[in-house]
T-cell receptor, first 111, second 111 residues
Framework: DAGVIQSPRHEVTEMGQEVTLRCKPISGHNSLFWYRQTMMRGLELLIYFNNNVPIDDSGMPEDRFSAKMPNASFSTLKIQPSEPRDSAVYFC?????????FGPGTRLTVT | GDSVTQMEGPVTLSEEAFLTINCTYTATGYPSLFWYVQYPGEGLQLLLKATKADDKGSNKGFEATYRKETTSFHLEKGSVQVSDSAVYFCALTGSASKIIFGSGTRLSIRP
């Protein structure tokens, strides 16, 4: 298996633009997680899904953030409009048993 | 609610020194405990785990013992190498399928 796949790996955009981050979980895993990591706030759980259903989105910072999981093999995290304070590394992770596997992350820079 | 507290970094050691990174937890029930490691520019990856009291997880020379009486899961290694430089996260399984991470401890090893 290729592991958790995230795209793009790097994204640079201007303030006010829409940003879409993509994730393909490991096949057969039924839980998917989106995290944000910054130096100031560390690793934050934004939202997670079980069987494609959002279970807990209490970590989503504000209405500008939205996440979808239309099927078991794909999820998106969208920021609209983006702001400089959204600059961070965004990780997707999936889990089928007790071990959680992380993707390589998307480094987002909003100027 | 469930939580994980780990020692603040950064921790700087010389090569071949003994390493301890402290981790304590608060949880209802009997969580599984984990140590994850994040190398520069990568996502988190599982280092070791323990699923019940008195279990010892080990991998790559690292060890941690699940201590229910002290609610601790300290990470140890007898002789660190430069290649061990990374950020280490203590974690536990929380409610539903969510894993709760500590804030991370940055470890730097001097040659």
């Amino acid at each position: 298996d290729a592991g958790v796949i995230q795209s793009p790996r790097h994204e640079v955009t201007e303030m006010g633009q829409e940003v879409t981050l993509r994730c393909k979980p490991i096949s057969g895993h039924n839980s998917l997680f989106w995290y944000r990591q910054t130096m100031m706030r560390g690793l934050e759980l934004l939202i997670y899904f079980n069987n494609n259903v959002p279970i807990d989105d209490s970590g989503m910072p504000e209405d500008r953030f939205s996440a979808k999981m239309p099927n078991a093999s794909f999820s998106t995290l969208k920021i609209q409009p983006s702001e400089p304070r959204d600059s961070a590394v965004y990780f997707c992770a999936s889990r089928g048993g007790w071990e959680q596997y992380f993707g390589p992350g998307t480094r987002l820079t909003v100027t | 609610g469930d939580s994980v507290t780990q020692m603040e970094g950064p921790v700087t050691l010389s090569e071949e020194a003994f390493l301890t990174i402290n981790c304590t937890y608060t949880a209802t029930g009997y969580p599984s405990l984990f140590w994850y490691v994040q190398y520069p520019g990568e996502g988190l990856q599982l280092l070791l785990k323990a699923t019940k009291a008195d279990d010892k997880g080990s991998n790559k020379g690292f060890e941690a013992t699940y201590r229910k009486e002290t609610t601790s899961f300290h990470l140890e290694k007898g002789s660190v190498q430069v290649s061990d430089s990374a950020v280490y996260f203590c974690a536990l399984t929380g409610s539903a399928s969510k894993i709760i991470f500590g804030s991370g401890t940055r470890l730097s090893i001097r040659p």
